[in-house]
């Protein structure tokens, strides 16, 4: 590989949503400060985003305030929440929406001019194209550099100070280790730890994009930093074999979930996220499975809707009606349970960050999917926390000296990439180790085969085996750049896997049905664990650490980075 060394005044790693807004921040408040987007795809069609969204799940309509925003996101999480973080967000959801619309986005509206909502905290959208109109006003940026296709593997951090960070071109034989006074982390959650409903060929046919490995939880892991609630894993309630979204069907249409003797069981097992895929689970272990959501007895004006809703952002389930020759309103919807996912815009997994989203490494920033502690901020409030770290970075750098990243670190870095190019002959491929990985997460962390379910004994059998495979990992090798990012991605995972096993151990409780099932602990117990749950990587093992709630408030900083 060649080597190429890089500086700049703030790198972004990630162009998905709160890359790119934090990025359009700096832009247009500080026009000289030198940025550098790292991106593994193109920033055009990156990120969660990719392929668009029908909705803003995240707004504060008219009635609501940002403190009831807080106080939803608070109930559904069980009380796990930051305060400060959801009310700092929830007070920019509304700005950062009306600046997506001046940036072309349609937001549909009524007679009056008012945003068409859907329910107390959505807005309609026509957002096949929000992708694309981030990366146009990104590219309006002079002080902006865009690298896609490069794949961001390891931070450098020097005394507990962030100096920049290495990775590689996944089209092209090149290593770059970039020097940088600020780093914002604004990468995807973690897929692809557990075995999904659809293995096979259809194996990423899943809820969330398979190519969020969770390499920005990984790099923060193996750097040292603060990581919370991992524990609280997101399951999706989804319609059966196409993985599409239910909130459509439920918020759009009032569909009910009903058992298959017609009985609706949501309001037996609770409302929140976590309970209504819980009730689905239980609902088919006592025998009253399929279940569904009600959709019987719609308008044909509703079944016109939900095939354009669905055409729109998941094809597969509008092309499914139509194969079936039988619309919503003919047919009900069956659902189930994805299987679990780290992600920090619908849980509170991710960096443990201060108010202004500074890690516990000095000058690196978190924002979106990989920032912990705000669950429920979706595309809006990833937005927001994009724009948070961006304005935190600039007075970072406007405060602080630095220093550039030693000839011998780059060398280390470079070589460890290097190894695996100029290895043959592996005894296992990375397909072949990324299967025996999500069979043990599924089998012993629990995955969808247990019906969410572990005990302490299976979680040590997770973390011993995953061990293995991990060293196994290191004997891989690789053909090209394409197979070099194979083998960083399943690394990756393997250093999630381990955080979120040591996580769903050290929380001896159940908060969250199915997100967190602990039968050793079946009940929840606020006198212990109305906390969070943290770690951090100290001499290859993690250590647990328990921090008291944070309410609205505070401002909160951190007090003991070491």
């Not at 059966?240 to 037996?268: C, F, H, M, R, W």
């Not at 190019?421 to 962390?445: G, H, I, K, S």
Request: with cysteine; hydrophobic share 35%; proline share 3%.
């Amino acid at each position: 590989m060649e080597l190429q060394k890089l500086s700049t005044d703030v790198l972004i790693i990630g162009g998905g949503t709160a890359g790119c807004y934090a990025a359009i921040t700096i832009g247009e408040h500080s026009p000289d400060t030198k940025v550098l987007i790292c991106e593994k795809a193109n920033i055009r069609r990156s990120g969660c985003l990719a392929a668009g969204v029908n909705a803003l799940n995240a707004y504060i309509t008219d009635g609501q305030t940002p403190q009831d925003y807080v106080d939803y996101a608070r109930k559904d999480a069980e009380g796990i929440v930051r305060g400060d973080l959801l009310l700092t967000m929830s007070e920019k959801l509304n700005a950062v929406t009306e600046h997506l619309e001046r940036l072309g986005l349609v937001i549909l509206k009524d007679e009056k001019g008012k945003y068409v909502t859907r329910g107390k905290r959505n807005l309609k959208i026509n957002g096949e194209n929000i992708k694309p109109l981030l990366a146009d006003a990104v590219y309006s940026m002079k002080n902006v550099t865009v690298l896609n296709h490069v794949n961001m593997t390891d931070f450098s951090v020097s005394e507990n100070r962030i100096k920049g960070a290495f990775g590689f071109n996944v089209r092209k034989e090149i290593f770059y280790s970039i020097t940088a006074k600020a780093v914002i982390i604004c990468t995807g959650g973690a897929a692809g730890l557990y075995q999904p409903n659809n293995t096979g060929f259809s194996r990423h046919k899943m809820w969330y994009p398979p190519f969020n490995t969770g390499a920005g939880y990984a790099m923060g892991i193996r750097a040292g930093a603060e990581m919370t609630t991992f524990e609280m894993r997101f399951i999706a309630l989804r319609c059966k074999d196409t993985i599409a979204p239910t909130g459509t069907l439920a918020q759009g249409v009032s569909a009910k979930q009903i058992n298959a003797q017609g009985e609706v069981y949501e309001d037996k097992y609770g409302l929140t996220t976590s309970q209504r895929v819980h009730g689905t689970v239980m609902e088919n272990i006592n025998g009253r499975g399929p279940c569904y959501l009600k959709t019987e007895g719609i308008t044909s004006e509703q079944d016109d809707a939900l095939l354009r809703a669905y055409l729109n952002m998941s094809p597969s389930q509008t092309i499914k009606w139509l194969e079936s020759g039988k619309m919503p309103s003919q047919q009900n919807v069956e659902i189930e349970g994805t299987e679990p996912y780290i992600v920090g815009g619908h849980t509170a997994s991710g960096y443990w960050v201060d108010t202004d989203r500074e890690t516990t490494i000095h000058g690196l920033f978190a924002a979106g999917d990989v920032a912990g502690g705000c669950p429920q901020k979706y595309v809006t409030g990833a937005l927001a926390e994009g724009s948070i770290a961006a304005q935190s970075a600039l007075r970072y750098i406007d405060s602080h000296d630095f220093s550039g990243i030693s000839d011998e670190e780059i060398s280390r870095h470079f070589w460890e990439a290097e190894k695996f190019l100029d290895r043959d002959n592996a005894p296992f491929d990375c397909e072949q180790l990324e299967e025996a990985m999500q069979t043990v997460m599924d089998r012993y962390a629990g995955g969808i085969r247990t019906n969410y379910r572990y005990n302490e004994k299976q979680l040590a059998a997770a973390n011993e085996r995953i061990s293995q495979i991990e060293k196994l990992a290191e004997t891989l090798c690789a053909d090209d750049m394409h197979e070099l990012m194979s083998i960083y991605e399943l690394r990756e995972r393997l250093t999630v896997c381990k955080s979120l096993i040591a996580h769903l151990a050290a929380r001896k409780e159940t908060r969250w049905h199915s997100f967190a099932e602990n039968l050793d602990y079946p009940e929840r117990d606020d006198e212990n664990y109305l906390c969070y749950i943290n770690s951090r990587l100290e001499n290859g093992r993690i250590r647990i650490i328990r921090r008291r709630p944070v309410k609205e408030d505070e401002h909160y900083e951190h007090n003991d980075r070491q």
